[in-house]
C-alpha cells in the first residue's frame, strides 16, 4: 500500500508548523503486537461511538483511535445526556485503559486478607472454585447466603444480576446507588418509586437546595450546559437561579444568587417559604385542592382530626422563627417566597447537603411540597415521570426448590442501624453480616462498588469483609473493599466493554446509550455479564435455562431487538427537527433505512444509542399511587409503613414511641407524618468541637473513582490550584480568630479521629462550616491514587437518616488547628 | 494573512475545566505528579484563573480561561535572544521547541503568566505511551512551551483543504479547547474575516482583553458576565 506524504508526516507526528522532534521518539512506539493485532497502517485515525461509565451519569463518547489505539475521548454530539460535551475525569479514560495498575488476569488470594498478595489463576479454574462453592451453597438448601453487592442501577447488567440471584435463590441482592434517597421522598409523597424526570427549558427561576449539580452526580456535564444555557437565554428571557447552600460552590457561583443558610436546616426554609406562600393565597389551590391531599386538617374513619400541612406550617414555620434556626434572614425568605410564588414557571430541586444528612428524607420532603404548592405535579409543569426504553421484557424466573426456599428468606438485615426503608440503605449491610442476623453470609460477589472508600462506617465494612468466608470481586483494579477478596475476576475498562446506560438521573426523556468496545481487550480480562452467564451455565438446570444467552452480548441484543420490533423513538440523529419526526412517526417511518435487526444494530452501533423524541405527557393522576391516589403533604404510605412494622412487632405490644425511638425521630403525632425539622442530632453533643465540617466530590473526580487515573490527579483541584493534594476551605474569619494563614497545615480533628491538609482560604463558605473535598485519601487502587491527599469519610461521625438509611454527611464537627508536623494522617 | 483568535463568553462558561483537560491530552502536556506540583510546576497551557470579589455573604466567584492571548505585539517575542519564538504568518504565537535555549526570558516577559517549563523530560508509564496524540511531538526538557491555537489542527487543515482544493472555510480548523468546551463558550476563527462571529463578537459591548493597556494587542477576547 502507497503511503501518501501526508500519512507519511502524520506517522512522523511533525505535521504542525514550528514543532519539531525533539526526544519524543520513545513516546509512540506503540508494541508490534499492538499492530498487528489491528493490522496496523501507520496513522490512519478512525472514530468509534460509545459511552463512558467513569461515573454513574453515562455520557455518549467518541473515540478517536489512530490506528486502532485510542488516543482522545470527545463527547458524542447527538447523544442527548451531554449533547457533545463531556468533563475533565472522561478525558482521562484512555489512562483508565492504559493503566499500569490494572490487573491483568484473574487473581486469587495468596496471604492474609487485605495483604494485597495474588497469584494468578486461569478462568476457568476460577470459574471452577466459584461454581463449586455455589453449588454446595444450593446442595445444603442455603442458597440464601449467597449475597452480590452492585453499582448503580443504570444499566442492563443490573436485571441479568437480578435474573441469576432469583434462578440461584437468593433475595440478596443490593445496588450501591446515590440516587435513591431522592426517590424515597418521591414515594413518601406519591407511592411510586420512578424516578423523575426535569425539563428546564421553560423554567424562568430555579430554586435549588443544596444539590451540587455542576460538580457532582447525577449528570454534571449536563447540567453545567443547563445552567449554562439558562442564563442565555435571548431577548432578556434568561431564567433566575437560586442556591441554597451552606457553601459558595461552583454551582453556587454559576447560579444568580447565593443564599447562605445553615447546615441541616433546609426542610426549615423550604417550610417557611410554605408559609408565606399559603399566607399570600400564591400557591396552585386548583392542584392542591383536587390533586393533594392532608393540605387541610382532616378526619380519619375513626373521627379523629389530623393536623394537615398548612396547619403546620402556618404554626411553625412562620418567618421570624425560621429566620433564627437557619440564618437566612426573614425578609430574605419573604422575598424568596414571593418570588417563587409570582413566577409562573418556577421550580425547585433538591439533593447534596439536603440529602445527605440525618433528616434528609423530611428535608427532601418538605421541599417536594414547594412543588406541589406550585402545581408543578400537573404533567404540564417541568415534572415529569421517567419511563424506560421499551427493552424485551424478560420472562418470569422459573426457580427450582432449592431457589425458591432460598429466595424465600428474608433479607439480610441490618443489625444494629435498623432503618424503616431497608431497601434504600447499604450502610445498614456490615451491621447484619456482622450479628449474622437472621443468618450468615457465605459467599459475596462485588461488581462495582468500592464502600470501604465511599462510606462513612468503613471500619464496619472492613470488619464485616472479614467475616464473609468467602469474596469474589470483579474490579479491574485493586481498590480498597477488594483487597479483602478471595478472587479478583477482573472486568473489562469501559473502553472494552458492551453494555447499555440508561435513565441518568433527572432527564425527562427516554433513551440508551450504547457502550462498546473501541479496542479489543488488552488484557486477559473477562465481561461480568459473561461470567455470570458461564457460571449459569455450570450452576443448575434451572439457572441455565432462566439465563439461556450464550454471552452477555447476546443478551443485550436480544433486550434491544423488543426496541427494533416496536419500532418506537429513534436512532440517535443529528436531523432532530421534531416536526420532521413527527412527520415521519404519524406515517410509521424512521428516518433511518434498515430491514432487518443486522443492519438496525449497525446504524444504532454508529450513532451511540437510541432515543424518544416525543415523550408521553406525565398523566400525575395515574402516577400518585398513594392511598388517596393523590399527592401527600400528609404521607399515609410513611403511615401505613410504621403500622405494618408495628403490627410485625406486635408481639413485643410497642406503640409507635418505639418506632421514633428506635428511627430517632424528635416529633410526635401528626408531625411524624408531615415534612417538619428535625435537628441535626450533633448540635446536642457538639462540645469543643465548633464548626460543620462538609464534604462533596468534584467534576474532575466524581466519587473519586478517578484517583488511579493522573490527569485527574494532575488536575484534581484545578479551581483551587491545588493539584495532586487536598485541601480544606476556611472562611477568613475562622483562619483569622484560629491563627491560620493560607496554605498553613491545619489539623481538623473531629470525635472521629484528625486530619492534616492545607489550608485555603476561601470567602465563600460560612464562617462555622469548613469543607475538604472528596476523591482522595485512597490506601489502595494503585500507585497514582494511593496515599494522594486525604478523605474526609474517615473522620467523618456515623449517623444515618434512619427512615432512609442514607448516611449524614453534615453531622460532624471539627475543630481546626495550625500544625506543625506535615500533611496527611 | 488570517489573524486567529478567540473569544470567550464568560456568561456562558461554568469554569468545569473540560477545556483544561482536553488541552493537556490533545497536546501531550506532561503530567508532573504530586512533587513538582507542589513546587508549583504544574504545565497548564489553559488554565481556569477564578477570583473572588467581595466579603461573606456577598461574594462573587468568577472563573476565567486563561491561556497564551496570542498577541499582536507580544512582549515574549522580543526577548528571545534565539528567536526560538516568533509571531507567525498566521497570527499564532508560535514556537521552535529544538531552538530553545531555555533561558525562560519569554516566561518572565509574559503579563499573562502562561508559559511553563520543562524541568524535566516528561515522563509517561510505559503503557499509557500508547495513548498519546501522534500529531503533536512531546517537547524535550530544557525548554518553555505554551499553547499553540492547536496549530497542528491548523496544518492538518490546511492539508485538507489544499488536497480538495478549496480555500479554509470557517469551522475547518478550530483548536481542542474549543472543540470541546461543553456549554459552547469559546468562539475561534478568523479575526481578519470581516464576516467571521468571532470579528462579531469582538465589538459586543460585553468585550474586553485582558491587560489590554499594555498595549499587547492579544487576540483572545472575552466577554464578560452579565450582571
Known amino acids: 500500500m502507497e503511503v501518501s506524504r501526508r500519512e507519511f508526516l502524520k506517522y512522523l507526528g511533525i505535521t504542525g508548523v514550528g514543532l519539531t522532534l525533539g526526544g519524543c521518539d520513545s513516546m509512540w512506539s506503540v508494541p508490534d503486537e499492538i499492530y498487528e493485532k489491528v493490522g496496523g497502517m501507520p496513522g490512519i485515525e478512525t472514530w468509534k461511538t460509545s459511552v463512558c461509565s467513569l461515573c454513574p451519569a453515562g455520557c455518549g463518547i467518541k473515540v478517536r483511535l489512530i490506528d486502532g489505539i485510542p488516543v482522545r475521548i470527545h463527547g458524542n454530539p447527538i447523544h442527548p445526556v451531554n449533547s457533545g460535551g463531556i468533563c475533565p475525569m472522561a478525558e482521562a479514560g484512555v489512562e483508565s485503559l492504559f493503566n499500569p495498575d490494572r490487573l491483568k488476569g484473574p487473581l486469587q488470594r495468596i496471604s492474609k486478607r487485605g495483604e494485597d498478595k495474588w497469584e494468578s489463576i486461569s478462568w476457568d479454574d476460577a470459574l471452577q472454585v466459584v461454581a463449586t462453592r455455589l453449588q454446595r451453597l444450593r446442595e445444603k438448601n442455603t442458597a440464601h447466603k449467597l449475597a452480590f453487592w452492585a453499582g448503580p442501577e443504570n444499566n442492563l447488567s443490573a436485571p441479568l444480576f437480578a435474573r441469576f440471584m432469583q434462578a440461584f435463590g437468593s433475595p440478596n441482592l443490593f445496588h450501591f446507588d446515590q440516587a435513591q434517597a431522592s426517590n424515597l421522598a418521591t414515594y413518601i409523597t406519591q407511592g411510586h418509586k420512578n424516578a423523575l424526570g426535569y425539563d428546564f427549558k421553560n423554567v424562568k427561576l430555579l430554586i435549588n437546595f443544596g444539590a451540587d449539580l455542576l460538580d457532582s452526580g447525577p449528570s454534571p456535564v449536563r447540567f453545567n450546559q443547563i445552567y449554562s444555557e439558562m442564563r442565555n437565554r435571548e431577548n432578556g428571557q434568561s431564567a433566575k437561579i437560586v442556591h441554597v447552600g451552606s457553601r459558595l460552590s461552583r454551582t453556587a457561583g454559576n447560579s444568580s444568587a447565593w443564599v447562605p443558610i445553615r447546615p441541616g436546616t433546609m426542610a426549615v426554609l423550604a417550610l417557611g417559604m410554605a408559609n408565606v406562600l399559603i399566607k399570600d393565597r400564591q400557591y396552585n389551590r386548583g392542584f392542591v385542592q383536587t390533586s393533594s391531599f392532608g393540605f387541610d386538617s382532616w378526619r380519619d374513619k375513626n373521627g379523629t382530626t389530623h393536623k394537615g400541612f398548612k396547619t403546620l406550617v402556618s404554626q411553625d414555620y412562620y418567618p421570624e422563627k425560621v429566620a433564627e434556626i437557619t440564618g437566612v434572614p426573614a425578609a430574605k425568605i419573604v422575598e424568596l417566597a414571593r418570588e417563587f410564588g409570582a413566577e409562573e414557571s418556577a421550580l425547585v430541586l433538591a439533593g447534596g447537603e439536603a440529602a445527605n444528612s440525618s433528616n434528609g428524607l423530611y428535608t427532601l420532603w418538605a421541599i417536594e411540597c414547594l412543588n406541589a404548592l406550585k402545581g408543578n405535579f400537573d404533567g404540564k409543569g417541568p415534572i415529569s415521570v421517567q419511563k424506560e426504553p421499551p427493552f424485551a421484557a424478560l420472562a418470569q424466573v422459573r426457580q427450582d426448590k432449592s431457589a425458591m426456599s432460598g429466595f424465600e428468606q428474608p433479607q439480610l438485615s441490618q443489625g444494629e442501624n435498623a432503618c424503616c426503608f431497608f431497601e434504600y440503605a447499604t450502610a445498614g449491610l456490615p451491621g447484619g453480616i456482622l450479628n449474622k442476623k437472621p443468618y450468615e453470609i457465605d459467599t459475596l460477589l462485588l461488581a462495582n462498588v468500592n464502600p470501604v472508600f465511599t462510606s462513612v462506617n468503613q471500619a464496619d465494612y472492613i470488619a464485616a469483609l472479614k467475616e464473609i468466608p468467602f469474596i469474589v470481586s470483579f474490579a479491574p483494579f485493586v481498590d480498597e473493599t477488594n483487597v479483602y477478596a478471595d478472587l479478583i475476576l477482573p472486568d473489562h475498562t469501559f473502553l472494552e466493554k458492551q453494555e447499555v446506560f440508561y435513565k441518568a438521573p433527572t432527564v425527562e426523556f427516554r433513551y440508551f446509550g450504547l457502550q462498546q468496545p473501541v479496542i479489543e481487550p488488552i488484557h486477559d480480562t473477562r465481561h461480568t455479564g459473561d461470567f455470570i452467564l458461564q457460571l449459569s451455565k455450570k450452576l443448575s438446570d434451572t439457572t441455565s435455562s432462566e439465563l439461556p444467552w450464550q454471552n452477555y452480548s447476546e443478551y443485550l441484543r436480544s433486550r434491544i431487538e423488543g426496541i427494533y420490533t416496536t419500532g418506537a423513538g429513534t436512532i440517535f440523529t443529528e436531523k432532530m427537527d421534531k416536526a420532521w419526526l413527527k412527520f415521519l412517526k404519524e406515517r410509521g417511518w424512521q428516518i433511518f433505512d434498515y430491514t432487518s435487526f443486522e443492519e438496525f444494530w449497525e446504524v444504532l452501533a454508529d450513532k451511540g444509542g437510541w432515543l424518544d423524541p416525543f415523550p408521553e405527557e406525565t398523566n400525575f393522576d395515574t402516577v400518585f399511587s398513594t392511598p388517596s391516589k393523590k399527592f401527600e403533604f400528609y404521607s399515609q404510605v410513611l403511615e401505613k409503613e410504621f403500622n405494618s412494622q408495628l403490627a410485625a412487632q406486635q408481639s413485643s405490644g410497642a406503640g409507635i414511641d418505639s418506632l421514633l425511638l428506635k428511627w430517632q425521630i424528635s416529633a410526635s403525632g401528626d408531625a411524624v407524618f408531615l415534612p417538619h425539622f428535625e435537628p441535626l442530632r450533633y448540635e446536642l453533643n457538639a462540645g469543643k468541637f465548633n464548626l460543620h465540617l462538609s464534604t462533596g466530590d468534584l467534576i474532575t473526580n466524581i466519587r473519586g473513582a478517578g484517583s488511579n487515573l493522573p490527569l485527574v490527579q494532575e488536575l484534581f483541584g484545578l479551581l483551587a490550584r491545588e493539584y495532586w493534594n487536598s485541601w480544606v476551605e476556611i472562611n477568613p474569619e475562622t483562619a483569622h480568630s484560629n491563627g491560620i494563614s493560607d496554605g498553613d497545615i491545619v489539623r481538623i480533628s473531629s470525635k472521629e479521629g484528625s486530619l492534616n491538609v492545607k489550608a485555603k482560604i476561601h470567602p465563600g463558605i460560612m464562617p462555622d462550616v469548613v469543607h475538604v473535598p472528596f476523591g482522595l485519601g485512597h490506601t489502595a487502587y494503585g500507585e497514582y491514587a494511593k496515599g494522594i491527599g486525604v478523605n474526609p469519610y474517615k473522620i467523618l461521625e456515623e449517623d444515618y437518616d434512619f427512615l432512609s438509611g442514607a448516611p449524614s454527611l453534615i453531622s460532624t464537627k471539627v475543630r481546626i488547628e495550625k500544625a506543625n508536623g506535615k500533611e496527611h494522617v | ?227
Open chain 2, 1 to 227: 494573512m488570517p489573524r486567529w483568535g478567540m473569544v470567550i463568553d464568560l456568561n456562558k462558561c461554568t469554569g468545569c475545566g473540560e477545556c483544561v483537560a482536553a488541552c493537556k491530552v490533545e497536546n501531550n502536556v506532561a503530567i508532573v505528579g504530586p512533587e513538582e506540583s507542589a513546587n508549583e510546576r504544574t504545565m497548564l497551557w489553559m488554565n481556569i484563573l477564578t477570583t473572588y470579589e467581595g466579603e461573606y455573604p456577598d461574594v462573587k466567584v468568577r472563573h476565567m480561561p486563561m491561556l497564551c492571548m496570542h498577541c499582536e505585539n507580544p512582549p515574549c517575542t522580543k526577548v528571545c535572544p534565539v528567536r526560538a519564538t516568533y509571531l507567525n504568518e498566521d497570527g499564532i504565537v508560535a514556537q521552535v521547541f529544538p531552538q530553545c535555549i531555555g533561558c525562560r526570558y519569554c516566561q518572565a516577559a509574559c503579563p499573562y503568566t502562561v508559559k511553563s517549563f520543562n524541568w524535566y523530560k516528561p515522563e509517561w508509564p510505559e503503557e499509557m505511551k500508547k495513548a498519546v496524540n501522534p500529531d503533536v511531538s512531546v517537547r524535550p526538557d530544557g525548554v518553555v512551551e505554551k499553547c499553540t491555537f492547536c496549530i497542528h489542527r491548523l496544518q492538518k487543515a490546511k492539508e485538507q483543504a489544499a488536497a480538495e482544493k478549496r480555500e479554509l472555510q470557517p469551522g475547518d480548523y478550530i483548536p481542542a479547547c474549543v472543540e470541546c468546551c461543553p456549554t459552547k463558550a469559546i468562539y475561534f476563527g478568523d479575526f481578519d474575516d470581516p464576516k467571521s462571529e468571532v470579528n462579531k463578537l469582538k465589538r459586543n459591548p460585553r468585550a474586553f482583553q485582558v491587560l489590554e493597556d499594555l498595549g499587547t494587542e492579544p487576540k483572545v477576547y472575552y466577554l464578560s458576565e452579565v450582571e
